[in-house]
C-alpha cells in the first residue's frame, strides 16, 4: 500500500523560529493535506492542496504540493508557544469508479516550542 | 455549526461489557468515520459510511460494530473487547462533492477508551 514518509520526527524551537517538514510518497497522490492534533483533542485541517505546484498561506502557514505530486511540505513562521501539537500530513488518491474515502496519514512531527 | 460531538468522552469497560460511542454533526456531511488512534501515532481508518451505507469496514474485528442511524448520527458499538482495543476513537465527517469526497475531514474529541 501507499506509504508516507514525514519528518522530521520531532523538533524543539524557541518561540519566535521557523519550522519547516516535509512528506514524502513513493506514489503519486491527487490531493494532499495538513492536519494539526492538540493533546485531548482530535485533529484540525490546516491545509488542504489539490494541484500540483500549489502554494497555499494559512496565516503563519504556507504549505506545498509538490510538482511531482510525490510531495509536500509545511511551513510555520515566527513560532508561538500555541503551535505545540503533532502535525500529520495526509494524501488521498482519487481514482475512477473507485471510493476516494481513504486518507494516507504521515506518522507525525511533534513539534514543541520554548517561550 | 462545524462540529462533530463526541460521547463520551472517557470510557472505562470491562472485557465482558457492552458500550456504544456516539457521534453527531449536523454540518449537512454524507460522509462519516471511525477512526482508531494509539497514543503519538496517526489515525487508523476503522470504518466509512457514505450516504448512511457502510462503505468501507478495514477488516476491523466483529466485536466492533457501526450504526449510521441517519445522516447525521454515527454510533460504534463495542462488545468483548480486548485490552489491546484502548484507545482513542475518533469520529470524522466530510462532504461529499459531485467530483467525490474532498478528503477534508472533520475530526470530534474522540473518545478515550480503556480496556480492563
Known amino acids: 500500500g501507499q506509504q508516507l514518509n514525514q519528518s522530521p520526527q520531532s523538533m524543539f524551537i524557541q518561540e519566535g523560529e521557523d519550522v519547516s517538514m516535509n512528506c514524502t510518497s513513493s506514489s503519486i497522490f491527487n490531493t494532499w493535506l495538513w492536519y494539526k492534533q492538540e493533546p485531548g483533542e482530535g485533529p484540525v485541517l490546516l491545509i488542504a492542496l489539490y494541484k500540483a505546484g500549489e502554494l497555499t498561506s494559512n496565516g503563519r502557514l504556507t504549505a506545498q504540493f509538490g510538482i511531482t505530486r510525490k510531495d509536500s511540505f509545511l511551513n510555520i513562521s515566527a513560532s508561538i508557544p500555541s503551535d505545540v501539537g503533532i502535525y500529520f500530513c495526509?494524501?488521498?488518491?482519487?481514482?475512477?469508479?473507485?471510493?476516494?474515502?481513504?486518507?494516507?496519514f504521515g506518522k507525525g512531527t511533534l513539534l514543541t516550542v520554548n517561550p | 455549526d462545524t462540529e462533530v460531538t463526541q460521547t463520551p468522552k472517557h470510557l472505562v469497560m470491562g472485557m465482558t461489557n457492552k458500550k456504544s460511542l456516539k457521534c453527531e454533526q449536523h454540518?449537512?456531511?454524507?460522509?462519516m468515520y471511525w477512526y482508531k488512534q494509539k497514543a503519538k501515532k496517526p489515525p487508523e481508518l476503522m470504518f466509512v459510511?457514505?450516504?448512511?451505507?457502510?462503505?468501507i469496514n478495514e477488516s476491523v474485528p466483529s466485536r466492533f460494530s457501526p450504526e449510521c442511524p441517519n445522516s447525521s448520527l454515527l454510533n460504534l458499538h463495542l462488545h468483548a473487547l480486548q485490552p489491546e482495543d484502548s484507545a482513542l476513537y475518533l469520529c470524522?465527517?466530510?462532504?461529499?462533492?459531485?467530483?467525490?469526497?474532498?478528503?477534508?475531514?472533520?475530526f470530534g474529541e474522540g473518545s478515550r477508551l480503556t480496556v480492563l
Open positions: 495526509a494524501g488521498q488518491l482519487t481514482s475512477r469508479g473507485g471510493s476516494n474515502y481513504k486518507l494516507t
Open positions: 459510511y457514505s450516504y448512511e451505507k457502510l462503505s
Open positions: 454540518m449537512g456531511h454524507r460522509a
Open positions: 470524522a465527517s466530510s462532504q461529499v462533492k459531485t467530483s467525490g469526497n474532498t478528503g477534508e475531514l472533520f
